[in-house]
């Protein structure tokens, strides 16, 4: 029964939890009784699903994993796809640990608390999504959701040796999803399969007329062509992505599922993706710009932390601020405040739309010769607790494939793909499969038919 459910996800969090750090906070009785009233008829019927810290759910805390949220708010409502999920059946249970505001790759940004990858817990989960990898893939989820702005998804997915898709900008609402960068967020599944994923996202997707960027277009039932064989389906390698700096086991490991996809009947072919050495510096304008003003609105008055030591209003603003935000929020905050100030926004943001522009064009002529881009999610397996925490310029560079796929607004999932063995430890490797606009189901079969 779903009590049963909701109870034996509460026992695994009880026993690992202290160990992974994945969720902040879960509260069983408002679950028990969300499972007692359950219609299981439904296709996600009583079916408790984790959700990051940063999507809001009636009654519950969104800390966003900051310190600015973290005293004194309750969300007063159900974000757009926790609308979604409730209508499959679905009980969203437990808030998941992150980046900051989902600024980061390895969830050690966090001002809440340290979340350990589960196949080796001396190392990162990834990022931001990190808590949601690490809860499914260390067995105290069952599924989860996260946000993937640049890779946030995917990334973390990969590191832990789950699967995270990335839908299409405009499919899933962003109403209720604490904005980061708003012109790249989007809303998507953490789960142990593929078809986990499909299930999930068939529930997810859908027009929200709270969401002025929400696409309103049909939603197939993506595990229906989950079975369909992939021969002649034609895959791309960008030859921009397979260069020197790849982690040598992660670059063994995605030959080899080359190869298997091609003894599927796929054809492989070199594409080129020209303007791939743009994209982390043209996502590293445009993200802050779009979070410098979207984090204007913690000030101290409407909600969030507000300083006791205040003594005028501009004080309140700074004072709450300064205490609230942690160092890389406040970075990107001061990136951001200053390309987008007279004098440089030409220089700097009106430049990055242009390379934005390149990107997603290039994409555009990719497509035209295959179906679906296949890369490794990340360039290295997931590093030490602490290995880069003061370098965050080579922690940005960890998202060079996942991050074009947001600048171009395009579907992208990352699977397990094989192990890379450190300390005696199998640390997963994620294959990331890029697909056109809306075209989830081919990637979603791809990656079925891989897995
Ligand atoms: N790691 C990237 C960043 O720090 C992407 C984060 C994300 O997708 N939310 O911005």
Redesign the pocket.
């Known amino acids: 029964t779903p009590r049963d459910i909701v109870l034996d996800v509460a026992k695994s969090i009880d026993a690992r939890n202290s160990e992974l750090g994945a969720y902040l906070s879960w509260d069983v009785e408002a679950a028990l009784a969300e499972a007692d009233s359950a219609d299981i008829s439904r296709p996600l019927g009583g079916i408790p699903v984790a959700i990051k810290d940063n999507i809001n759910v009636t009654g519950q805390p969104c800390t966003c994993g900051s310190r600015i949220l973290a005293e004194n708010y309750t969300s007063p409502y159900d974000a757009g796809a926790i609308r979604s999920l409730r209508a499959g059946g679905a009980i969203p249970f437990g808030r998941l640990n992150m ?1 900051e505001f ?4 390895s969830t050690e ?1 966090s001002a809440l608390g340290v979340t350990r990858n589960p196949q080796d817990t001396s190392r990162v989960p990834g ?3 990190g808590g949601s990898a690490s809860a499914v893939a260390g067995n105290i989820a069952i599924a989860a959701l996260g ?7 995917r ?1 973390p997915a990969a590191l832990c040796g789950c699967v995270g898709i990335k839908p299409t900008y405009g499919r899933v609402s962003r109403f209720g999803l604490v904005a ?2 708003s012109s ?2 989007q809303i998507g599944p953490v789960t142990k399969t593929v078809q986990d994923s499909a299930l999930l996202l068939n529930h997810l997707c859908g027009y929200d007329a709270h969401d002025s960027t929400s696409l309103n277009v049909d939603v197939p039932d993506f595990t229906a062509t989950l079975g369909q064989d992939i021969k002649g389906l034609r895959i791309g390698l960008p030859k921009e992505y397979y260069i020197d700096g790849i982690h040598p086991g992660v670059s063994a490991s995605v030959q080899a599922a080359i190869r298997q996809l091609e003894s599927l009947g796929a054809i492989i072919k070199e594409i080129n993706l020209p303007h791939t050495e743009l994209g982390v510096a043209t ?2 304008v445009l ?1 802050p710009a779009e979070a410098s003003a979207n984090l204007a609105r913690f000030d101290g008055v409407r909600y969030g932390h507000r300083s006791s030591s205040a003594t005028d209003l501009l004080s309140q603003y700074t004072l709450s601020r300064a205490e609230g935000f942690g160092p ?1 929020v406040k970075r ?1 905050i001061l990136l951001g405040t200053y390309m987008l100030s007279s004098g440089y926004y030409d220089a700097y943001y009106i430049r990055a739309q242009k390379a934005r522009t390149l990107i997603r064009n290039d994409f555009t002529e990719a497509f035209k010769q295959v179906d679906v881009i296949l890369s490794p999610t990340s360039p290295t397996p997931a590093h030490k607790l602490g290995e880069l925490k003061d370098n965050p310029l080579a ?2 560079l ?2 060079v494939f ?2 074009p796929v ?1 600048l171009a607004g395009l579907p992208g999932i990352s699977l397990p793909c094989g192990t890379v063995d450190e300390d005696g430890k199998a640390l997963p490797v994620g294959l990331q499969i890029v697909g056109k606009a809306l075209d989830e189901s081919t990637v979603l079969r791809v990656a079925h038919a891989y897995e």
């Open positions: 980046d989902a600024m980061g790759s940004n990022g931001s999504s946000s993937d702005t640049g890779g946030s998804i990334q980061f960068a790249l967020d996502y590293y993200a890389e990107r922690a940005y960890e998202d996942t991050i947001n």
